[in-house]
C-alpha cells in the first residue's frame, strides 16, 4: 500500500504527535525520517503525558514496528533516556528499531553547537543547543560517525581516533575551549552501542519489503516545512538532511518517491515559533499575544512552550500566504488542524491573506532576510465564537463561526481539513473523513 507522510505545515510544534498517534492505528510501520533530539512530540494518552524526541509516536500501539530511520542524527545518551523511561511508564519498546545507517551525534556537536551560537552574535540562529546541527553539517562534510560504526570496535576506534584529533584542534584553536579525552569517549560510545545493538537492524531493506507486500506505511516527520533547509526562512531554518518536507519522508527511510501516495499537512489553527528569524504574523505583546501563549480559552496545561527547550514560543495569527505555501511544496492532501480550542476565547480572529513590503501588496514572503523581516501582514478579520469546544466530537456540532474559520483554512491550503484536535488529548479530536477509507 501506498505511504502515507505526516508534516509540519509551519515552524514546528503544530501537534504533529498526536496527529501520528491517531493515524498509527491503521498502519503496521511507523517512521521518523529526519532531524534529532531539537525536535520533539507530545502525546497524551491514558498512560499520561509524554515528551517523545526521537522515538517515533506510533510507540503506544504496542502491535506496530516503529522505526528511526537513516535521516535521523541520533543522540544515544538522549535515545537510551527515552527508551528507559518509557519501559518504566509500561510502554514496549521491543518493537523499535534503529538504522544502522542513521549518523550519532558525538560530545563535540553539543559544545560546538553552543559555542557557535556565542560567537555569531546577532547573527544566532536561535538552535536547541542539542548537537544536532553539527551532527548534520559533519554528515555533509563526509565525517560523521554512524551508529553501524558503534558495533565495529574496531571501525569506532580508528574513526574516533582520527575525527577527534581534528574536532580538538577545532575546539581549542576556534572555541577556546578544553580538549575532549579519547578513551573516555571511546569507552562511553562503545557501552551506548552494545546497549543499543538489539534494535539496530538494517531498516531500509525492512521497509523495502515491507512495501513491496503491500503494508502500509507512515512517516512521521519532525520540526516544519518552513525550518526546511532549501525551502524555509534561511537561514533561520534547520540543519536536516533530508529535508522538512514530505520529498525527504522517501529518502529518510529509504523508500522511492512512488511509493508516498497522502501527504498530511498539520497546521495549528494560529502560527508559533521558536528560535529567531522572520514572522510576519508574530503578536509582539498584548492580551491577544498572552492569550495564545497560555493556552487561554483551551485546555489547562496546553500553554506555548517549546517541548525540546522549554522557551516560550513566540506567537501570532494564521498566516495564510505561508500556509498555501507549505501545502503546494508538500503536496498536501489533507490537513489536520490543530488548537482550535485555544481560539474560543477570542471575540475577533484575524487571518493574513497577503503581505505589505514597501508600500507593494505581495503574496509571497520575500527571499531576502530584510525584505521579509520588513513585510507587515494584510489581515481579514473574522468573528470568533466565544464558546467552548473541547468536548465537541463532530463538525456539525462546532459553533457556526468556527466552521466558517475552518473553511476558511481550507480555502487558503487547498485542502480539505479532515481532523481538527480541540485539545490534547487522544479522544479530543474531530474527524470528517478517515484517509485510510476506513468507516468512521
Known amino acids: 500500500m501506498p505511504a502515507t507522510v505526516v508534516i509540519g505545515g509551519q515552524w514546528g510544534d503544530e501537534g504533529k504527535g498526536r496527529v501520528v498517534d ?36 506510533g510507540i503506544f500501539h504496542g502491535d506496530k514496528t516503529c522505526i528511526i530511520g537513516n535521516g535521523v542524527v ?76 558503534l558495533l565495529d570496535h574496531d571501525t569506532f576506534a580508528w574513526k574516533l581516533k582520527h575525527t577527534l584529533e581534528y574536532k580538538n584542534r577545532l575546539l581549542t584553536a576556534l572555541y577556546g ?63 536536516s538532511v533530508p529535508a522538512s518536507v514530505a520529498a525527504g519522508g522517501a529518502i529518510g527511510i529509504g523508500l522511492g518517491p512512488t511509493a508516498i501516495a497522502r501527504v498530511v499537512g498539520v497546521y495549528k489553527s494560529y502560527q508559533t515559533r521558536v528560535g529567531n528569524g522572520p514572522m510576519p504574523t508574530e503578536i509582539i505583546e498584548g492580551p491577544a499575544m498572552e492569550m495564545l501563549r497560555e493556552g487561554v480559552g483551551g485546555v489547562a496545561g496546553t500553554a506555548e512552550y517549546g517541548t525540546t527547550t522549554g522557551r516560550a514560543r513566540r506567537v501570532g495569527w494564521f498566516d495564510g500566504v505561508l500556509a498555501r505555501y507549505t501545502a503546494r511544496i508538500n503536496g498536501v492532501t489533507s490537513v489536520a488542524l490543530t488548537r482550535l480550542d485555544s481560539l474560543s476565547a477570542f471575540e475577533h480572529i484575524k487571518v493574513c491573506v497577503a503581505y505589505e513590503v514597501d508600500g507593494r501588496r505581495v503574496n509571497t514572503l520575500p527571499a531576502t532576510l530584510t525584505e521579509a523581516q520588513r513585510a507587515r501582514p494584510v489581515y481579514e478579520q473574522l468573528p470568533g465564537w466565544r464558546q467552548d469546544v473541547t468536548d465537541v466530537r463532530h463538525l456539525g456540532d462546532l459553533p457556526t463561526h468556527a466552521r466558517q474559520y475552518v473553511r476558511r483554512i481550507e480555502q487558503f491550503i487547498g485542502a480539505p481539513v479532515d481532523m481538527i484536535s480541540v485539545g490534547p488529548e487522544r479522544e479530543q479530536a474531530i474527524v470528517t473523513r478517515d484517509i485510510f477509507g476506513v468507516s468512521l
Open 22 to 57: 491517531y493515524h498509527a492505528r491503521h498502519c503496521s510501520i511507523i517512521a521518523r525520517y529526519s532531524a534529532g533530539t531539537n525536535a520533539g512530540h507530545t502525546i497524551v494518552n491514558e498512560l499520561g503525558k509524554f515528551a517523545l524526541h526521537l522515538v517515533p509516536a
Open 74 to 149: 541520533i543522540d544515544p545518551d538522549a535515545l537510551l533516556a527515552e527508551i528507559a523511561m518509557l519501559c518504566e511508564r509500561g510502554v514496549s519498546t521491543a518493537r523499535l528499531l534503529i538504522s544502522q545507517h542513521a549518523h550519532v551525534i558525538m560530545p563535540w556537536h553539543r559544545l560546538i553547537d553552543r559555542a557557535d551560537e556565542a560567537l555569531r552574535g546577532e547573527l544566532a540562529i536561535g538552535t536547541t543547543g542539542t548537537g544536532t546541527g553539527p551532527a548534520f553539517h559533519d554528515k555533509v562534510a563526509r565525517l560523521g560517525i554512524r551508529v553501524a560504526d
Open 177 to 239: 575551549l578544553p580538549p575532549l579525552d579519547y578513551q573516555t569517549i571511546l569507552r562511553e560510545y562503545i557501552s551506548h552501542g552494545e546497549q543499543l545493538r538489539p534494535y539496530v537492524a538494517d531498516t531500509i531493506a525492512y521497509v523495502q519489503e515491507a512495501d513491496a507486500r503491500g503494508e502500509m506505511i507512515l512517516l512521521e516527520g519532525a520540526q516544519g516545512s518552513l525550518l526546511d533547509l532549501d525551502t524555509g526562512t534561511y537561514p533561520y531554518v534547520t540543519s
